[in-house]
């Protein structure tokens, strides 16, 4: 079982990487989460690393934090839910949010994720809630604000970004962020906006 990589980023783009221990190349797909704070190709990284067997193929899943892993491998005993779908979730949603939309049952955020409906969201929320209450006991689960994923002043900016050419999954991750971090009080489109374009083109 290969549990961690450490090596030279020979390439990498928002899904995978390409790491070069001792000289051997390991392909890893990753979450855009951990895409985030990887170095550019030619820098030296560590990756936490789950490999999943199967008849076919052998792949590899790396994660920046062990929060990542842990949360994957939580995801992927989900009836329906695989490895890719487990991906995108973690690329849209930080560790935080998707631990207080389980445990709170907010729908209407789990929904939001590409690939994941209604039944999906329901099956994640009654199969993962007490697990994660117990792997995070240092998390506080409070009460999400209930229309924050619909905001009219995210969804304007999260179309705004999405027109200047930025990948859904990417940018919403981003405005979350920013929008849980901002006060009420300045969570206005344009400010959302003029935030998230800072850190997408860093």
Not at 108 to 114: G, Q, R, V, Y
Not at 148 to 160: G, H, I, K, V, Y
């Amino acid at each position: 079982m290969i549990a961690q990589l450490t090596g030279k980023v020979v390439s990498i783009n928002l899904t995978e990487v390409v790491l070069d221990v001792n000289g051997v190349g390991y392909f890893v797909s990753i979450p855009m989460s951990t895409y985030d704070v990887l170095p550019k190709e030619g820098g030296t990284a560590t990756l936490l690393t789950y490999l999943q067997v199967r008849e076919d193929a052998l792949q590899l899943f790396g994660f920046a934090t062990k929060n990542e892993i842990e949360i994957f491998k939580l995801l992927i005993t989900v009836n329906g839910i695989g490895a890719k779908t487990a991906l995108a979730i973690l690329s849209s949603m930080n560790i935080s949010a998707f631990c207080n939309a389980i445990v709170n049952a907010d729908m209407k955020a789990l929904k939001h994720i590409s690939g994941i409906g209604a039944r999906s969201a329901e099956r994640m929320v009654v199969e993962l809630r007490d697990k994660i209450v117990k792997l995070f006991p240092e998390l506080t689960f409070g009460s999400l604000p209930q229309d924050a994923p619909q905001s009219r002043e995210m969804e304007d900016a999260l179309l705004a970004l999405e027109q200047l050419g930025f990948q859904r999954a990417k940018i919403q991750k981003t405005v979350s962020d920013l929008v849980a971090a901002l006060p009420e009080q300045e969570r206005s489109s344009e400010n959302i906006i003029r935030k998230a374009l800072r850190e997408l083109n860093r």
